[in-house]
């Protein structure tokens, strides 16, 4: 845990230096929705909700320790510094994460070299009104941690993704690495909301044992908003 903590503090510190100097970030939530688009976003998310519990009532009940299947893909992300008091993480595109402060002991036993996948968190007190909106879940040690998004991902990393095309019609993007997705057409109000240029960090769909028709959530930072997609190529 000593080398860990000494290596990602170092690490913080010459990111710190580097990285953190600049400015071109993309910023999370930057590009605010009216009242009149948060009202449509939160009827279509609600009606949703419900269509979903009417498709799963045979289910067996959602348990909120429950961890996603481990999953090594386009949403296994990597610890790349630390803070000196452990409450703030970067993973690999500079993205930085605010922990909750009951979570700060956990992490300091992470190792840069566990894949770590982020999920929506389940909590509803912790989410809506601490704003800890994720999880971020250990896959070699399966355990979590609740985090806020603090700080975009940096533009010029060759690990940041951004959106290059955006088909509304077969509700498909293709990200600056040349990939293509599949969004969740039931989820088109909020592609209707992205533009070219947005940051896009890839979470995992954290009800994917229930329903595995997508793998995966889409997070679009300048938004702050998830969408449920796959990965066609």
Known sequence: ???????LM???????????????RAEPGSRKLTEEQKKEIEQKQKD???SSKKNHQNLPPYIDSQLPPLVFDHNTH???????????????DGSEWKIKPEDIQEVSYWKETHPIMIVMNDSFFSSYFQGYRYKMVNAKTNTAIEVKLHLGPILQNQYTLQVAAINPHTCEVIFTDNTLWQCNPSEYYLLDKWLVGDAIIVGTNSTGWFNNTYDYMLINVNLLQEIKANRVE
């Open 1 to 7: 845990m000593k080398t860990l903590t000494k290596y």
């Open 10 to 24: 170092i690490s913080f510190l010459l990111i710190s230096t580097t990285i953190f100097a600049d400015d071109s």
């Open 48 to 50: 949703c909700i419900t």
């Open 78 to 92: 990597s610890i790349v510094g630390l803070s000196v008091l452990g409450d703030r993480l970067i993973i690999e």
